[in-house]
């Protein structure tokens, strides 16, 4: 490889995205900048009540926009010519209702403050009912066509999420052509797509949350979706039968992209993929490590070699897809759809009193101590078989066995129970709630040998990754890059760009290793594993009560 060849990863998260130069000789960071959407700051557009959050294309736009072009003006003279890829990943399933010119309907006139012409973002449960419905109507068919997304469809995916705009929306479904991810549609934007019928739809996206598959020749037959509702007629017709892995090129800078950005037309854009699976190649995954994106939620990624898995079906998991993480291997995906929102739950409910402070500054100056502190508090409690119990399913369950109509619980409380200890019991909930995850992997005869853990729990809460480590009775590693998952997508990019022959051989150069490693305390482990099967205990009774 010469020397002076530089990448952008962009990661497009909850409630930010942020963008970074590297370099593509050692995957050192070069520059780095973060825009927080402006309107998802506002709680625009959403109803946290009733589980609706969709986010206008404009913040993705101006994040784009802005946060490359700080890079470059931090990066200093020369970088912007030697930049040869971008590479983005992006929540999912976040898909977005656009018409035949593949323009996102709230941009188009009439639909500016429109919902449901928006990004309906991955923690987006309107759908529910319409998962429900996925889920009955699999079952009339000869063709298990569920069996790669681990046999039960999720409102947090593609199709539960477009029929229910359509049913709601006439206006969106009169003017919709068809529906896209984030993570294509920012390629096809970058790279000045005209025509919807353009968008390169990528395997990761497709197989995950759109049950395509090889073995389908592509999506289900056009029956399958217009016999569910006479509304889908039409719509995976339109689909391409064709996938692309993220080690592909989209094509190159538009002339307007690239004169917006300040950079060169032949500068390649890779294909788009989620950010959980390009995190977990930015922090070097391994075969049969889980991978686990701690933010907001949690993607847990897991590979395996294609010889190691003939004709294995993975119960209840977010799905297995050829080559949607590293190209030429099985990449496995589950999580928990509550992981950090948790903890911001319990911090919001306890900022309560500073709604009567009128200092914006000291609110912030507090607010950023609670979950540290708690945190303090927490680790010096004792250990107590009897101590407040908690169920982590404050925004559903994604795995295993998704059901995103359960509730969260806590169970113990007495005049006793304090922040500190509501918080231990989250803390442990969670932790339980990613044992379940893999337990069900070694179930169904998948090994988990290692834990490797990133994202932005991970590396700046000590307490929960101990905790983590001790319940698991397994050593987590924590990848040292503070920003994996944009790293990831700079290692996609320099092998769009041919830079690299292929993601593996990327990973080793731009790889920087772990920089702090959890050890299990052996003397947990009891008192841990009965914690654990009371939360087993609780959780069939939630689920219970949910059923009645």
């Known amino acids: ?68 072009k700080d890079c470059i003006e931090k990066a200093g003279p020369g970088v ?27 941009l188009t006139s ?31 068919f000869d063709i298990n066509y569920l069996q790669y997304v681990g046999g039960i469809y999720s409102s947090e995916w593609f199709w539960a999420k477009l029929l229910h705009v359509l049913r709601v929306d006439e206006q969106v479904r009169n003017a919709c052509y068809t529906w896209v991810e984030h993570c294509d549609w920012i390629p096809f934007l970058l790279t000045g797509g005209t025509s919807a019928d353009q968008i390169k739809r990528g395997r990761c996206s497709a197989g995950h949350k759109a049950i395509w598959s090889e073995a389908f020749g592509g999506y289900p ?18 689909l391409p039968k064709e996938t692309y892995t993220s080690d592909q090129p989209a094509g190159t800078l538009s002339p307007e992209w690239a004169q917006r950005l300040g950079l060169p037309t032949n500068v390649i854009v890779g294909v788009g993929a989620f950010d959980a699976h390009m995190g977990a190649v930015g922090g070097q995954i391994e075969p049969y490590h889980l991978s686990k994106v701690m933010g907001t939620s949690t993607c847990d990624m897991l590979v395996a070699h294609k010889a190691d898995f003939e004709n294995k079906l993975i119960r209840g998991i977010c799905g297995q897809v050829d080559g949607s993480v590293i190209p030429g291997m099985i990449g496995m995906e589950a999580g928990q759809s509550a992981f950090g929102d948790t903890y911001a739950w319990f911090r919001k409910l306890l900022e309560w009193p500073l709604q009567f402070v009128g200092d914006k500054e000291l609110q912030d100056k507090i607010s950023a101590k609670i979950i540290p502190e708690l945190s303090r508090q927490a ?45 231990r019991a989250l803390a442990e909930a969670t932790c339980f709630g990613a044992k379940s995850i893999v337990e069900r992997f070694v179930n169904e005869g998948v090994p988990v040998k290692g834990l490797i853990g990133i994202g932005g729990v991970a590396k700046k809460s000590p307490y929960i990754m101990q905790m983590m480590a001790d319940v698991m009775q397994m ?60 939360y087993l205990e609780l959780g069939k009774y939630i689920e219970l009560q949910n059923k009645q």
Not at 481 to 502: K, N, Q, R, S, V
Not at 506 to 527: C, L, T, V
């Open 1 to 68: 490889m010469s020397a002076g060849q530089f990448v952008i990863g962009v990661d497009y998260g909850t409630d930010s995205v942020r963008s970074v130069i590297v370099d593509a000789g050692n995957g050192r960071e070069i520059a780095s900048s973060v825009f927080n959407y402006a309107r998802w700051q506002q709680g625009l557009y959403c109803d946290a009540a009733h589980n609706q959050f969709r986010q206008h294309p404009m913040d993705y736009i101006e994040g784009l926009e802005q946060t490359i």
């Open 110 to 140: 009439g639909f500016e403050n429109n919902p449901n012409a928006m990004f309906v973002l991955w923690k987006d449960h309107t759908s529910v009912k319409e998962a429900g419905e996925i889920n009955g109507h699999a079952q009339r």
């Open 80 to 106: 912007a010519s030697a930049i040869k890829a971008i590479a983005i990943d992006t929540t999912g399933s976040t898909p977005v209702a656009v018409n035949k010119a593949g323009i996102p309907l709230a």
């Open 379 to 423: 680790a010096a409690l004792p250990l107590d078989e009897d101590a407040e119990l908690a169920i982590d399913w404050l925004n559903g369950r994604r795995t295993p066995d998704a059901n995103q109509l359960l509730k969260g619980a806590i169970s113990g409380l007495s005049l006793g129970s304090d922040a500190s200890r509501v918080f």
């Open 221 to 238: 037959p056009d029956e399958f979706f217009s016999s569910l509702d006479p509304l889908l007629k039409g719509y995976a017709a339109n």
């Open 475 to 534: 050593p987590i590693r924590i990848h040292q890059f503070e920003h994996t998952c944009a790293l990831g997508a700079a290692m996609f990019a320099a092998t769009a760009a041919g830079i690299y022959p292929d993601v593996e051989a990327a990973m080793q150069a731009m790889g920087g290793g772990f920089d702090k490693e959890y050890f299990p305390d052996r003397n947990k482990a009891e008192f841990y594993n009965g914690r654990y099967r009371r």
